[in-house]
């Protein structure tokens, strides 16, 4: 079974800091990879999607995502994060063998000081 | 455009009574899930749904039960609600399954607070 990996648990940042959140997958075929994002009191709203061509996604909010076949990774970036990017971060996949489920990350919390 | 709804967004409840939780889809999608969502173990699926009448576990389904008699909803029924079923229960849809189709995101509604004491 597929499964999806977030290292960072907790990341505290100042603001206008450069984020990088990681997220590895494990599986062997095609795949299609998904951030989610939860801002606190909220419930999860997509931030930005995979499913073929350009590597390199952009998403919402000046996100944007790098899928890195060889690695089996698909790292979240922000060049310069603001106090509103305080969330909880999940990374989610999709695979040709799992009927349409996601496996989600068990989610990295963003905490931006002002 | 109400999209997802879940219901209740609180709840108390006594440990071995039956609770259920309701969500209903306005955009006919095809895939329904639910979640739970706990401190430390971010989101697991609990059981899901590929069409009316069609259902299958997920990670964590014992204890739960639920039905999708139409496709427009998919109500989560705890049959003796246990102390360690307190969580925060998150329904989805999707509008696609195979990878060849564009649109497969999921949607979540705004999540029920079950509390069991």
């Known amino acids: 079974a597929q499964s999806v990996s977030q290292h960072n648990h907790h990341v505290i940042l100042s603001e206008a800091a450069s984020l990088e959140l990681g997220c590895n997958y494990s599986y062997g075929g095609t795949v299609n990879l998904f951030w989610y994002v939860q801002y606190p009191g909220q419930h999860l709203q997509l931030l930005l999607k995979y499913f073929s061509g350009d590597p390199l996604v952009k998403g919402i909010k000046g996100f944007e995502a790098e899928f890195i076949k060889s690695k089996f990774s698909f790292n979240l970036r922000k060049p310069s994060v603001q106090w509103s990017d305080t969330a909880e971060y999940f990374c989610?996949?999709?695979?040709?063998?799992?009927?349409?489920?996601?496996?989600f990350g068990d989610g990295t919390t963003l905490t931006v000081k002002p | 455009d109400a999209g997802i709804t879940q219901s209740p967004r609180y709840k108390i409840t006594e440990t071995g009574r039956q609770v259920t939780l309701m969500c209903h889809q306005t955009?006919?999608?095809?895939?329904m899930f639910w979640y739970r969502q706990d401190l430390g173990h971010g989101l697991r699926l609990i059981y899901y749904s590929a069409a009316a009448d069609i259902t299958d576990k997920g990670e964590v389904p014992d204890g739960y039960v639920v039905s999708r008699s139409k496709t427009e909803n998919f109500p989560l029924t705890l049959e003796s609600a246990t102390r360690s079923q307190t969580s925060v229960y998150f329904c989805a849809s999707s509008s696609a399954t195979r990878l060849a189709e564009v649109s497969y995101e999921q949607y979540f509604g705004p999540g029920t607070r079950l509390t069991v004491t």
């Open positions: 989610a996949v999709i695979t040709n063998t799992n009927a349409g489920k996601s496996t």
């Open positions: 955009w006919s999608h095809s895939y």
